[in-house]
C-alpha cells in the first residue's frame, strides 16, 4: 500500500493512493497516520477496506489538492550521515566504521511539495535525496536484522535539506545545519515493504533547477535499513511513526567544485524509484 496525507496544513486527510492520480479515503476510520496508528496494527485492516472501496469505485482523483508528509508529526526524526562510501569521499571525510547519528526536530517534516525556508543567515543550504524508514512498532535492543525487519512499516523519500555553514563551520556540531524548520520535505507516501521488492537496488536522483545533481542507488549503502534499525536500538528506543533518514549518495552541492548552495527561487525535484517524486521552491525565511 501507499499511504497518504491529502489536505491544508494542519487539516490532512489519510488516504491510500490507488494509482498516481487517485486515492482512497480512509478518513472516516483513521484519524491519521500517528504514533497511535502504527501502534495499533490497524495498517494490516486498511488493505482489504481499500480494495472494497476501490471496487465500488470509491474513489477520488488528487487534482492540485496539497500533499502533506505521510506520516503526522513524528516522535523523532534520526538520521544518518555519510552513509554512501562516495558521499563521504566527495566532502573529503572518513569512511565511517559505525552509523553516524544525528537528529532533526519533528517540525521539519513538512509536505513533499511545500515550501523551504533558506535560514536567516544563510548561504550555503544545501540539497540531500534520501530513503527514509518509517518505524511501525516499538523497538528496543532488538536481537537481529531479521527482528529489525519487522519492525519497519514502510519507507519514504525524503530530503534531508542542511546548512554547512550552521553544520561544519559553528562547532562541528551536525544538527545545528539540519534543524531549520522545513528542512525534511517527505513523501509523497508512505510504501509498505510488501511493494518494494529490493529496498537495496532503487535508483535515486535530484535536480536543481533542471539540472541533474544526484545520481545514486540504494545499492551502494554503507549500512543497510534493517542493519540500522537493529543499531539505533540498541542505543534508543524507536517509537511507531518515528522517521529514519538514511544518508545520500553523491552530488550535493557541498561537494561541488567550486562548492554550490542554494538561492532564493530556486527548484529542488527528486525521487525514487517506488517512492514518487517531490518539487520544492526555497524561499527566504520569513
Request: proline content about 8%.
Amino acid at each position: 500500500m501507499k499511504l497518504m496525507r491529502i489536505g491544508p496544513l494542519g487539516a490532512e486527510r489519510p488516504a491510500v493512493l490507488v494509482d498516481e492520480g487517485t486515492y482512497v479515503d480512509v478518513s472516516d476510520i483513521e484519524a491519521t497516520y500517528d504514533e497511535a496508528f502504527f501502534a495499533s496494527g490497524r495498517i494490516g485492516d486498511l488493505r482489504d477496506v481499500v480494495l472494497g472501496r476501490a471496487a465500488l469505485g470509491e474513489v477520488h482523483p488528487i487534482g492540485d489538492q496539497r500533499i502533506g508528509s505521510p506520516i503526522a508529526r513524528p516522535h523523532q526524526v534520526v538520521c544518518i550521515g555519510l552513509n554512501y562510501r562516495d558521499h563521504a569521499e566527495e566532502t573529503g571525510q572518513a569512511i565511517p566504521e559505525e552509523p553516524i547519528l544525528f537528529t532533526k526536530p519533528p517540525n521539519t517534516v513538512i509536505g513533499p511539495h511545500d515550501t523551504v525556508h533558506i535560514p536567516r543567515g544563510s548561504v550555503k543550504t544545501d540539497w540531500e535525496v534520501e530513503l527514509g524508514i518509517v518505524i511501525g512498532t516499538r523497538c528496543r535492543y532488538l536481537a537481529d536484522e531479521a527482528e529489525a525487519a519487522r519492525h519497519i512499516a514502510g519507507y519514504v523519500l525524503v530530503n534531508d535539506v542542511s546548512e554547512r555553514a550552521f553544520q561544519m563551520e559553528r562547532g562541528g556540531q551536525w544538527s545545528k545545519g539540519k534543524s531549520a524548520e522545513t528542512f525534511n520535505p517527505t513523501g509523497p507516501y508512505l510504501v509498505t515493504p510488501d511493494e518494494i521488492d529490493d529496498v537495496l537496488a532503487l535508483s535515486m536522483w535530484l535536480d536543481v533547477n533542471g539540472v541533474r545533481r544526484q545520481t545514486g542507488s540504494t545499492s551502494t549503502m554503507l549500512f543497510s535499513p534493517t542493519y540500522l534499525v537493529h543499531y539505533l536500538s540498541q542505543f534508543m528506543v524507536l517509537e511507531p511513526g518515528d522517521l529514519i533518514d538514511t544518508g545520500t549518495p553523491p552530488g550535493v552541492g557541498l561537494g561541488m567544485k567550486p562548492p554550490t548552495y542554494l538561492e532564493a527561487g530556486d527548484v529542488v525535484e527528486l525521487g525514487i524509484d517506488g517512492l514518487g517524486t517531490q518539487r520544492q521552491q526555497f524561499v527566504p525565511a520569513p
